[in-house]
Protein backbone atom coordinates (compact mmCIF):
# COMPACT_ATOMS: atom_id res chain seq x y z
CA UNK A 1 0.00 0.00 0.00
CA UNK A 2 0.99 3.63 -0.91
CA UNK A 3 -0.81 6.49 -0.05
CA UNK A 4 0.12 10.16 -0.04
CA UNK A 5 -0.94 12.92 1.72
CA UNK A 6 -0.81 16.60 2.39
CA UNK A 7 -0.73 18.58 5.87
CA UNK A 8 -1.28 22.60 4.97
CA UNK A 9 -0.64 25.20 7.82
CA UNK A 10 0.68 28.99 7.39
CA UNK A 11 4.15 30.49 9.13
CA UNK A 12 5.33 33.27 10.17
CA UNK A 13 8.98 32.87 9.24
CA UNK A 14 12.07 33.78 10.90
CA UNK A 15 12.51 30.42 12.45
CA UNK A 16 8.98 29.69 13.32
CA UNK A 17 8.78 26.64 14.05
CA UNK A 18 6.10 23.89 14.02
CA UNK A 19 4.90 20.80 16.00
CA UNK A 20 3.24 18.72 12.81
CA UNK A 21 3.62 15.02 14.83
CA UNK A 22 -0.25 15.03 15.46
CA UNK A 23 -0.45 16.41 11.81
CA UNK A 24 0.97 13.60 10.81
CA UNK A 25 -0.57 10.68 13.08
CA UNK A 26 -3.41 11.85 11.87
CA UNK A 27 -2.65 10.96 8.62
CA UNK A 28 -1.04 7.80 9.22
CA UNK A 29 -4.29 6.66 11.40
CA UNK A 30 -6.91 7.83 8.17
CA UNK A 31 -4.40 5.85 5.87
CA UNK A 32 -5.20 3.16 8.35
CA UNK A 33 -1.38 1.96 8.10
CA UNK A 34 -0.63 -0.39 11.04
CA UNK A 35 3.37 -0.98 9.61
CA UNK A 36 5.54 0.93 7.48
CA UNK A 37 7.12 3.90 6.58
CA UNK A 38 5.91 7.78 6.74
CA UNK A 39 7.95 9.95 4.69
CA UNK A 40 7.20 13.57 5.35
CA UNK A 41 8.97 15.73 2.37
CA UNK A 42 8.84 19.49 2.24
CA UNK A 43 8.56 20.54 -1.76
CA UNK A 44 10.29 24.26 -0.68
CA UNK A 45 13.76 25.93 -0.16
CA UNK A 46 12.90 27.62 2.54
CA UNK A 47 11.73 25.65 5.48
CA UNK A 48 13.37 22.02 6.60
CA UNK A 49 12.01 19.58 8.88
CA UNK A 50 13.96 17.71 12.00
CA UNK A 51 13.25 16.06 15.53
CA UNK A 52 13.44 17.83 18.48
CA UNK A 53 12.10 17.98 22.09
CA UNK A 54 9.45 21.06 21.30
CA UNK A 55 10.06 22.93 24.30
CA UNK A 56 10.41 26.75 24.78
CA UNK A 57 13.84 26.14 25.83
CA UNK A 58 15.00 23.93 23.38
CA UNK A 59 13.33 25.80 20.56
CA UNK A 60 15.48 29.01 21.59
CA UNK A 61 18.71 27.23 21.71
CA UNK A 62 17.90 25.81 17.88
CA UNK A 63 17.22 28.87 16.77
CA UNK A 64 20.24 30.90 18.64
CA UNK A 65 22.16 28.19 16.93
CA UNK A 66 21.16 28.30 13.27
CA UNK A 67 21.90 32.68 13.52
CA UNK A 68 24.64 31.57 14.76
CA UNK A 69 25.62 29.54 12.15
CA UNK A 70 23.71 31.18 9.65
CA UNK A 71 23.59 34.58 10.50
CA UNK A 72 20.53 36.42 8.97
CA UNK A 73 22.65 39.64 8.55
CA UNK A 74 25.59 38.14 6.09
CA UNK A 75 25.96 38.69 2.69
CA UNK A 76 24.45 36.08 0.54
CA UNK A 77 25.30 35.62 -3.42
CA UNK A 78 21.73 34.60 -3.53
CA UNK A 79 20.38 37.94 -2.38
CA UNK A 80 22.82 39.60 -5.12
CA UNK A 81 21.07 37.33 -7.44
CA UNK A 82 17.15 37.46 -6.63
CA UNK A 83 17.01 40.70 -4.32
CA UNK A 84 14.70 39.11 -2.28
CA UNK A 85 16.94 38.86 0.89
CA UNK A 86 16.13 35.09 2.11
CA UNK A 87 19.96 33.49 1.03
CA UNK A 88 20.46 32.75 4.61
CA UNK A 89 17.02 30.58 4.48
CA UNK A 90 17.90 28.88 2.04
CA UNK A 91 21.49 27.64 3.20
CA UNK A 92 19.62 27.28 6.39
CA UNK A 93 17.25 24.53 4.89
CA UNK A 94 20.28 23.18 2.72
CA UNK A 95 21.56 22.31 6.58
CA UNK A 96 18.74 21.22 7.89
CA UNK A 97 17.20 19.00 5.15
CA UNK A 98 13.67 19.04 3.71
CA UNK A 99 12.69 15.40 4.78
CA UNK A 100 11.73 12.88 7.65
CA UNK A 101 11.01 9.72 7.66
CA UNK A 102 9.58 7.39 10.62
CA UNK A 103 8.74 3.84 11.21
CA UNK A 104 4.83 2.74 11.68
CA UNK A 105 4.48 -0.06 14.28
CA UNK A 106 0.86 -0.74 15.22
CA UNK A 107 -0.13 2.16 13.43
CA UNK A 108 1.90 4.75 15.85
CA UNK A 109 4.71 6.51 14.65
CA UNK A 110 7.81 5.41 16.59
CA UNK A 111 9.13 8.43 18.13
CA UNK A 112 11.28 8.70 21.53
CA UNK A 113 9.57 10.04 24.38
CA UNK A 114 10.76 13.57 23.88
CA UNK A 115 10.91 13.31 20.15
CA UNK A 116 8.34 15.27 18.13
CA UNK A 117 8.49 16.37 14.31
CA UNK A 118 8.91 20.05 13.40
CA UNK A 119 8.89 22.18 10.86
CA UNK A 120 10.70 25.10 10.61
CA UNK A 121 10.52 27.73 8.42
CA UNK A 122 13.50 29.69 7.97
CA UNK A 123 11.77 32.65 5.24
CA UNK A 124 11.92 35.64 5.67
CA UNK A 125 8.20 36.41 5.69
CA UNK A 126 4.88 34.60 6.58
CA UNK A 127 4.25 31.82 4.23
CA UNK A 128 1.09 29.13 3.68
CA UNK A 129 2.96 26.06 3.46
CA UNK A 130 2.42 22.48 2.17
CA UNK A 131 4.03 19.22 3.45
CA UNK A 132 3.30 15.98 1.48
CA UNK A 133 2.99 12.91 3.87
CA UNK A 134 3.77 9.47 2.17
CA UNK A 135 3.10 6.32 3.79
CA UNK A 136 3.81 2.88 2.61
CA UNK A 137 3.31 -0.58 3.89
CA UNK A 138 0.40 -2.79 5.38
Known amino acids: MVVTEYISFETDGFCHQVDITDMVQER ?25 EYEPGLRKDAENLLEELV ?7 HDMTWGDGNGFSHVR ?10 P ?3 GQLLLGTWQ ?17 IQMVGE
Do not use: C, H, K, W
Not at 93 to 102: D, E, I, K
Not at 116 to 132: G, H, K, P, T
Open 28 to 52: VDAAELENGIALIFFPGSTGALTTM
Open 71 to 77: PQSAEYA
Open 93 to 102: SSLVGTSFAA
Open 104 to 106: VVG
Open 116 to 132: QIVFLDFDNRSRSRRLV
